[in-house]
T-cell receptor, first 114, second 114 residues
């Protein structure tokens, strides 16, 4: 158990809908990262927050947005969902925001868009 | 552009034999290199990292990796494989200079047969 929690574990929704994925980092970790894992794209970095501020952005679509709250939990919002958004979404956390910090991953949220 | 390659989709090895999972990278400047493991229906777990210093890095569960700058490689090794090592292994790289992004390879499935 990494100490990172993600809810929900599974999410099934329809095209065009909006969903919110939630992540609680390990106690003491200030950085939160979001990743998307799919069979065709592999593991893709989406976005990083450090202590409430956006730190780095990856291959995140405009339909997706994220934020980190004062209690350091984070939410990833996915809107106007398409079939291709079906994937496993991981949250990870690290103690600092520097690139040498190892990341600790949550168990993921499996999103299925029908 | 930064990239990391894992040339083998799958590696098969008998229990008790040494194992190697290959990784090569391409980044500007000196890299930060990581290995993660993913067990079925689980998030990724950190194994080890190279930041600087000794080219041979020791990590969790008896794994080690050797950083080779001239060959731009960071192969994962273990002297004696266990059936429980069977999982999906990801190599990842960060450009120390300017980016906080973690770029993952496509993953290598390790199958250790009894």
């Amino acid at each position: 158990d990494s100490g990172v929690t993600q809810t929900p574990k599974h999410l099934i929704t329809a095209t065009g809908q909006r969903v919110t994925l939630r992540c609680s980092p390990r106690s003491g970790d200030l950085s939160v990262y979001w990743y998307q894992q799919s069979l065709d794209q592999g593991l893709q970095f989406l976005i990083q927050y450090y202590n409430g501020e956006e730190r780095a952005k990856g291959n995140i679509l405009e339909r997706f947005s994220a934020q980190q709250f004062p209690d350091l939990h984070s939410e990833l919002n996915l809107s106007s969902l398409e079939l291709g958004d079906s994937a496993l979404y991981f949250c990870a956390s690290s103690v600092g925001g520097e690139s040498y910090n190892e990341q600790f991953f949550g168990p993921g949220t499996r999103l299925t868009v029908l | 552009a930064q990239s990391v390659a894992q040339p083998e989709d799958q590696v098969n090895v008998a229990e008790g034999n040494p194992l190697t999972v290959k990784c090569t990278y391409s980044v500007s400047g000196n890299p930060y290199l990581f290995w993660y493991v993913q067990y079925p229906n689980r998030g990724l777990q950190f194994l080890l990292k190279y930041i600087t210093g000794d080219n041979l890095v020791k990590g969790s569960y008896g794994f080690e990796a050797e950083f080779n700058k001239s060959q731009t490689s960071f192969h994962l090794k273990k002297p004696s494989a266990l059936v429980s090592d069977s999982a999906l292994y990801f190599c990842a790289v960060r450009d120390k200079g300017s980016s906080y992004k973690l770029i993952f390879g496509s993953g290598t499935r390790l199958l250790v047969r009894p």
